[in-house]
């Protein structure tokens, strides 16, 4: 799978109210990193099986369902394995029906047509205010 094919993957799985990953997009040292991490969450995971368990647990303990992923730019870079990825998330919060968005960019690198590093930055105060997290 290319890079494009996997981020388009990913896209299907947060609108289909799944994890972001399955054990067949990552490579087996697969790293996770997510530099702007709200307090308390890790910065980076790294390994398939610990990314996976990273990435359910965060999953399940969600408080919305994404209804959109609104792709605003796929830049191709030196790397033919590498896209920078810009993106947006719209959410709809359970227990309230609010809903909110976010955006975010990821860096997206493949080996063997699998996940070897997902980066994604994105924006705490956005992501905080939308989960209730921080006062709007």
Do not use: K
């Not at 890790?42 to 609104?70: K, Q």
């Not at 790397?79 to 609010?98: C, F, K, N, R, S």
């Amino acid at each position: 799978m290319t890079p494009r094919d996997l981020y388009d993957r990913m896209r299907r799985h947060w609108l289909s109210n799944e994890a972001a990953f399955d054990p067949d997009m990552l490579t087996e040292d697969v790293v996770v990193e997510t530099p702007f991490a709200m307090p308390g969450r890790p910065a980076s995971t790294a390994g398939r099986d610990r990314v996976l368990a990273f990435i359910r647990a965060g999953h399940a303990s969600v408080p919305f369902r994404f209804h959109d992923c609104r792709t605003i730019a796929v830049h191709e870079t030196t790397d033919p394995q590498t896209i920078v990825v810009e993106y947006e998330l719209h959410a709809t919060m359970t227990a309230t029906g609010a809903t909110a968005s976010a955006p975010f960019i990821g860096v997206l690198t493949t080996r063997d047509g699998r996940i070897a590093r997902w980066r994604e930055y994105q924006n705490p105060i956005a992501v905080g205010q939308a989960t209730g997290a921080l006062p709007g």
